[in-house]
């Protein structure tokens, strides 16, 4: 089949399965409904101006995200009390328990789970591919407080909605890179802020998250919407070699800050393993909002998430859903 007729006829299907035809999602159109689309979130921002003004090290952060795209600090340096030995030990029972204790033997033996969330067989999610948290967690909690709100709406310029959390336990499986252990942009937004946080330490052989500083900015490889970014690999390191690429090793409790419409990398473990929390902020115009997807569910008492800028965060998150987690904990 001719290319041009594959892309109308995915087109046609997509279009019927209720999602946006892909024209929707190019420059300028997706750039003049984006800017429509967050008059609301924008407003709300700036009336809330004085609640959002960054602390000094929150601004050191800010700076950092719009000069290199890429800023790391210790979580407990953000908080006013010290959350991240909670948060740490949340994690680690999670890797005690049996279900996971077994997909993790499984696949040291060799064994390739099927059906795996975006082909990523070497990731093993403890809380399942769609995780139930709960607004008491911990992990939650530092994922809404005032700070890490502060900065990414300060960075965005704009309420953001926390489009995904999610806990990963990144395993060796040998062979070539793939998927996200390649360099790309995420396609799902004009500016993202994604969080990573070390919930144990990270060395160069445990799939350190990597970035290209400044690529963020527009540069070459142009960043497109709702498509995949990934230009060869080599055309990347030639064009940005070792010496211009950051790469974040770092001890548990490291929090990195990074606008992923820049080229990153990261999770191929080559010995050892990588524990990491991972939040996702984006626009009310995010690409994935905008097709309805949703990748995780939300439990407890809404009415005691005070902050603007947080109710905000989960407006558009649904409630516990017929996927339950693979584990839960009170
Ligand atoms: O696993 C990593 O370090 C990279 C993940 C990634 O590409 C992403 O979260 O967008
Ligand atoms: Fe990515």
Not at 162 to 189: C, E, F, I, K
Not at 290 to 299: D, F
């Amino acid at each position: 089949m001719s290319p041009w007729l594959q892309s109308f006829k995915q087109t046609y299907w997509g279009v019927r399965a209720g999602k946006l035809p892909p024209i929707c999602f190019r420059w300028p159109i997706y750039d003049v409904w984006r800017h429509f689309l967050n008059a609301e979130s924008r407003r709300l921002y700036s009336r809330q101006r004085s609640a959002m003004t960054p602390r000094p090290l929150e601004s050191k952060v800010i700076d950092d995200l719009r000069q290199f795209g890429i800023a790391t600090v210790a979580l407990d340096d953000l908080l006013d009390e010290p959350k991240f030995r909670a948060i740490q030990s949340w994690g680690d029972r999670l890797l005690e328990t049996q279900d996971v204790v077994a997909r993790v033997a499984a696949i040291h033996a060799g064994k390739r789970p099927e059906r795996v969330k975006a082909n990523k067989y070497y990731i093993v999610r403890p809380l399942g591919d769609i995780p139930v948290f709960d607004l008491r967690d911990a992990v939650v909690q530092a994922s809404l407080c005032d700070p890490i709100l502060r900065i990414v709406t300060g960075y965005l310029g704009l309420f953001s909605r926390l489009v995904s959390m999610d806990v990963w336990y990144n395993l060796a499986t040998g062979g070539p890179s793939q998927n996200s252990q390649r360099w790309h942009r995420d396609p799902d937004d004009r500016r993202i802020v994604k969080t990573f946080l070390y919930l144990h330490d990270v060395n160069d052989q445990q799939g350190p998250f990597s970035f290209i500083p400044g690529t963020h900015h527009p540069g070459p490889f142009e960043h497109k919407i709702s498509q995949l970014n990934y230009p060869d690999d080599n055309a990347v390191e030639e064009r940005f070699p070792k010496g211009s690429q950051k790469v974040c090793i770092g001890k548990a409790g490291t929090l990195i800050f990074c606008d992923t419409t820049g080229f990153h990398k990261g999770g191929q473990v080559f010995d050892g393993t990588r524990f990491v929390f991972n939040a996702v902020y984006e626009s009310s115009a995010s690409e994935a909002l905008w097709h309805g997807i949703r990748h995780y569910y939300l439990t407890g008492a809404r009415d005691d998430v005070k902050s603007m800028a947080a109710r905000y965060a989960i407006g558009l998150v649904d409630d516990e859903g017929p996927k339950q987690p693979a584990v839960r904990f009170a």
